[in-house]
């Protein structure tokens, strides 16, 4: 599988405050990267820096073999970077349907559209018509997810997506990430439920403190029980 997502170097700040230390992570097509780390590790830094919302200071960003580390969110979206922000971002005044149509891309095609969407997550077509605002956060978040899959994006950031839910709806969370692995949905999310994170994820990689300590394949991770309890305090 070839690389289709890379950041190499990346030092951000806000302001004078260094919060990312060379930071460097690929994802490959069709496989499934979890960010890892405690609260202020840097997890959504580097979102936001892969994103283009925080520019880098320094080091690069590679979406399928071209340069975009300087370009604006809204140009990394039509190139086919799909975000999920850890607060979700709903528009609460619009209903479920109304935040659907906003997700799609002018000129991006793919597998995705209203009637996949609902069969992906039946629960929104049950209430198309209600406002977003009213919607509980499990339901949220499913939305969130939904309307970037909208945009048919080529790789589908997750971030902390099981934050702030009930165990019942982050097994559905769980449900629904495996299946578009099965679909061969390229995913990057960032996460501290560990359990939650090695059930659905090819590859980890481990922030802390703004500096990246370890990367490994799932099945090497599961092992480093030593990594676990010190960067994840398991």
């Not at 919302?53 to 399928?64: H, Q, Y």
């Not at 605002?133 to 997810?145: N, R, Y």
């Not at 996460?191 to 490994?216: L, T």
Request: charged share 25%; aromatic share 6%; proline share 5%.
């Amino acid at each position: 599988m070839g690389v289709i997502l890379e950041a190499t170097g990346l030092n951000t700040y806000y302001g004078r405050s260094h919060i990312l230390f060379d930071v460097n992570l690929d994802v490959r097509a069709g496989e499934t990267v979890c960010l890892m780390g405690r609260n202020g590790a840097g997890k959504t830094t580097t979102f936001r820096s892969l994103m283009g919302l925080t520019l880098p200071r320094e080091g690069r960003v590679m979406f399928r073999d071209r340069d975009c580390t300087r370009l604006p969110p809204y140009r990394k979206a039509r190139l086919g970077m799909g975000l999920v922000p850890e607060d979700r971002r709903v528009f609460g005044p619009f209903t479920v349907r109304e935040n659907l149509e906003m997700g799609r891309i002018p000129g991006r095609k793919g597998p995705w559209d209203l009637d996949t969407v609902f069969h992906q997550f039946p629960v929104l077509e049950r209430m198309v018509h209600r406002l977003g605002g009213t919607l509980s956060g499990g339901e949220q978040q499913m939305l969130a997810i939904a309307r970037a899959l909208m945009g048919n994006p080529d790789v589908l950031m997750l971030d902390e997506p099981s934050e702030g839910l009930s165990p019942v709806i982050v097994v559905r969370l769980k449900e629904l990430i495996l299946s578009l692995k099965e679909h061969k949905t390229t995913i990057l999310l960032s996460e501290q439920n560990i359990r939650f994170a090695m059930a659905v994820s090819d590859r980890v990689v481990v922030i802390d403190k703004g500096h990246v300590v370890y990367k490994g394949a799932i099945e090497e991770f599961r092992r480093e029980e030593s990594i676990q309890k010190r960067y994840l305090a398991v």
